[in-house]
């Protein structure tokens, strides 16, 4: 079993718990504006199209592809033969919706732009981090 790379715990509010949390029932869970669908993230008080404030957390799909990427090689983890990959993803439910994760179940090598990945959560205390997957595998 690999070590898992050390993370920062994020501080926990009522306008992100829903995304920290979602994984607990294996959902990602991102906020919509209810006047107009735009889906926000990183959280925002005012929906940035209409400037609604009806925002609530809904469920994604969890599909997205590699937008951009770099490796870590983490000098200070006592496994450097295996470098973690740093990505911003974009999610299937609208151009420009994008997290910032890492890349996981595959060789690092192996991850380019464009590369279909999914959800899955890596649980950390009371947080799970929504990491990305390969669709296919690699
Ligand atoms: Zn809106």
Redesign the pocket.
Known sequence: MAEKPFRMLPRLTDQNRHFWQGGAEDELRLLR??????WIHPPSPL??????KQLGPEVVSGRATVATFTLNHQPWVPSPDHPYVIAIVELEEQPGLRLMTNIVHCPAEAVHIGMPVRVVFENQEDVWFPLFEPVEDV
């Open positions: 504006c209810r006047s107009c669908g735009t929906c940035p199209r209409c400037l609604g």
